[in-house]
């Protein structure tokens, strides 16, 4: 702790390093300041109970960072740009040109990938603002809009995506850390007064035991978070001696580090969005005059109501989705090539397929610890609530392991960066 409010001091002091910590503090109070302005019409006390009973709208509101909630006009926040970098690595499965412009073509490459994700967030903004205004309408959220009055909101809503999109990356380049993930923890850190002030008014002295064992658990499980998001197998490497003239190059040992959470949160979203989406068609099926569609979905909604069903499924799916994600995002053909470019290798394994094979063996070994975590913090806010029946006393999911993820970040760049200084 010292180390660190030293490191914040030094950075504070020097000239460069405060100018990036105050432009990211005036991006993120500028992002607060578009979250709290509404589009016009809204039924507030429609629009709490619909979001309080939709567990899908409640996840896009963290990564509008807390927009969505109030129907503002940056209301989809940075959704639609994640959305849109997610699709561009799943179509690297499919494209081997854009996997070479990933893996192979170093910097520029990375940074063609990221322009055509920036694109490909636009009609993705348009197609979501559209299907959000029609669905609020049908809920009442929001009234009848003439058809110049729905182009003119989704022009502005799509609007604000993109330039929260551009905020994002501005911090990125002028600030400190990845500005795209400190709007979402912004929009997560702003949800807390509201939560503790709950938890402050339906205070009884009869549940102070519960509140104590409750902050025990929180620790236990943010400490968890931090060992697991922070652990790394590594491989030793090292790399061949190489003369040229008189000078001798390589043997140097070192190693590959390989993260034991590979995927982030990437699976949870995924788990909850394929989850939710047939909860989403039985809902809409039961308004449909039809008595085998009523049947089905009352099927549907009667087993996905079963908590202990909903949560058994939850964890298959993040375990599964975890492996999945990692191979998509990790080639062990790839490390293999480069090092074997590079005149490296594992010592005792043979450089080409026997090391893919290997960095392969050892990825699935770890990535099933990585999952079964991910799969517990996951569930866990489901078995808070059931055991304390306070839906404000539930530790865990997508918005502690974002928080978790992005402090340590946040703090390992400042770091680095004073570090730099002092050299």
Same mark, same amino acid.
């Not at 970098?85 to 996997?99: G, R």
């Not at 909101?153 to 911090?171: A, D, F, H, K």
């Not at 001798?248 to 590979?262: A, E, W």
């Not at 996951?378 to 392991?401: E, F, H, K, W």
């Given at each position: 702790?010292?180390?660190?409010?030293?490191?914040?001091? +030094?950075?504070?002091?020097?000239?460069?390093?405060?100018?990036?910590?105050?432009?990211v503090?005036?991006m993120?109070?500028?992002?607060?300041?578009?979250a709290?302005i509404?589009?016009?019409?809204?039924?507030?006390?429609?629009?709490?109970?619909?979001?309080?009973?939709?567990?899908?709208?409640?996840? +896009?509101?963290?990564?509008?960072?807390?927009?969505?909630?109030?129907?503002?006009?940056v209301?989809?926040?940075?959704?639609?740009?994640?959305?849109?970098?997610?699709?561009?690595?799943l179509?690297?499965?499919?494209?081997?040109?854009?996997?070479?412009?990933?893996?192979?073509?170093g910097?520029?490459g990375?940074?063609?990938?990221a322009?055509? #994700?920036?694109? +490909?967030?636009?009609?993705? @903004?348009?197609?979501?603002?559209l299907?959000?205004?029609?669905?609020?309408?049908?809920?009442?959220?929001?009234p009848?809009?003439?058809?110049?009055?729905?182009?003119?909101?989704?022009?502005i809503?799509?609007?604000?995506?993109?330039?929260?999109?551009?905020?994002?990356?501005?911090?990125?380049?002028?600030?400190?850390?990845n500005?795209?993930?400190?709007?979402?923890?912004?929009?997560?850190?702003?949800?807390?007064?509201?939560?503790? #002030?709950q938890?402050?008014? #339906?205070?009884?002295?009869?549940?102070?035991? !519960?509140y104590?064992?409750?902050?025990?658990?929180?620790?236990?499980?943010?400490?968890?978070?931090?060992?697991?998001?922070?652990?790394?197998?590594?491989?030793?490497?090292?790399?061949?001696?190489r003369?040229?003239?008189?000078?001798?190059?390589?043997?140097?040992?070192?190693?590959?580090?390989?993260?034991?959470?590979?995927?982030?949160? &990437?699976?949870?979203?995924?788990?909850? #969005?394929?989850?939710?989406?047939p909860? !989403?068609i039985?809902?809409? =099926?039961?308004?449909?005059?039809?008595?085998?569609?009523?049947?089905?979905s009352?099927?549907?909604?009667?087993?996905?109501?079963n908590g202990?069903?909903?949560?058994?499924?939850?964890?298959?799916?993040?375990?599964?989705?975890?492996?999945?994600?990692?191979?998509?995002?990790?080639?062990?053909?790839?490390? @293999?090539?480069? =090092?074997?470019?590079?005149?490296?290798?594992?010592?005792g394994?043979?450089?080409?397929?026997?090391?893919?094979?290997?960095?392969?063996?050892?990825?699935?070994r770890?990535?099933?610890?990585?999952?079964?975590?991910?799969?517990?913090?996951?569930?866990?806010?489901?078995?808070?609530?059931?055991?304390?029946?306070?839906a404000? +006393?539930? &530790?865990?999911?997508?918005a502690?392991l &974002?928080?978790?993820?992005v402090?340590?970040?946040?703090i390992?760049?400042i770091?680095?960066?004073?570090?730099?200084r002092?050299?």
């Amino acid at each position: 702790m010292d180390t660190l409010i030293g490191k914040l001091t +030094l950075a504070f002091k020097d000239p460069l390093l405060r100018k990036r910590l105050l432009f990211v503090g005036i991006m993120l109070v500028l992002f607060r300041a578009l979250a709290a302005i509404p589009i016009p019409g809204i039924d507030v006390a429609r629009l709490a109970a619909f979001f309080e009973n939709n567990q899908f709208l409640g996840l +896009l509101n963290i990564f509008s960072g807390g927009g969505l909630s109030n129907l503002s006009i940056v209301m989809l926040g940075v959704g639609p740009y994640i959305t849109a970098s997610i699709i561009m690595q799943l179509l690297t499965m499919m494209s081997p040109k854009l996997k070479a412009l990933y893996h192979e073509e170093g910097e520029a490459g990375r940074a063609r990938f990221a322009q055509y #994700s920036r694109l +490909l967030t636009v009609p993705l @903004a348009l197609i979501q603002s559209l299907g959000f205004l029609v669905l609020l309408e049908r809920q009442g959220v929001v009234p009848d809009l003439a058809l110049f009055q729905t182009i003119t909101n989704v022009i502005i809503i799509t609007g604000g995506s993109v330039l929260l999109m551009w905020i994002g990356e501005m911090m990125t380049e002028f600030g400190i850390g990845n500005g795209v993930s400190l709007l979402i923890f912004a929009g997560i850190v702003a949800s807390i007064p509201s939560a503790a #002030s709950q938890l402050l008014f #339906s205070f009884d002295p009869s549940d102070v035991p !519960m509140y104590l064992a409750f902050i025990a658990a929180a620790v236990a499980v943010t400490w968890g978070v931090v060992i697991v998001t922070e652990a790394e197998r590594p491989i030793p490497v090292t790399y061949a001696k190489r003369v040229r003239g008189n000078k001798v190059f390589g043997g140097v040992s070192t190693y590959l580090p390989l993260r034991v959470n590979q995927a982030g949160v &990437i699976p949870i979203i995924f788990a909850l #969005s394929i989850l939710l989406f047939p909860q !989403m068609i039985a809902s809409f =099926l039961a308004n449909v005059d039809n008595a085998f569609l009523h049947t089905v979905s009352s099927m549907l909604l009667s087993v996905f109501s079963n908590g202990w069903v909903y949560a058994g499924l939850y964890f298959v799916l993040v375990l599964l989705f975890t492996y999945f994600y990692t191979a998509v995002t990790f080639d062990p053909d790839t490390i @293999a090539t480069n =090092l074997q470019k590079n005149g490296a290798f594992i010592p005792g394994v043979r450089p080409g397929v026997s090391t893919s094979q290997y960095i392969g063996s050892v990825l699935t070994r770890i990535t099933l610890v990585g999952a079964l975590f991910l799969a517990l913090v996951a569930v866990l806010p489901l078995a808070m609530r059931a055991i304390t029946g306070n839906a404000a +006393l539930a &530790i865990g999911g997508t918005a502690l392991l &974002i928080v978790v993820s992005v402090v340590l970040d946040f703090i390992k760049k400042i770091e680095a960066q004073v570090s730099m200084r002092e050299y």
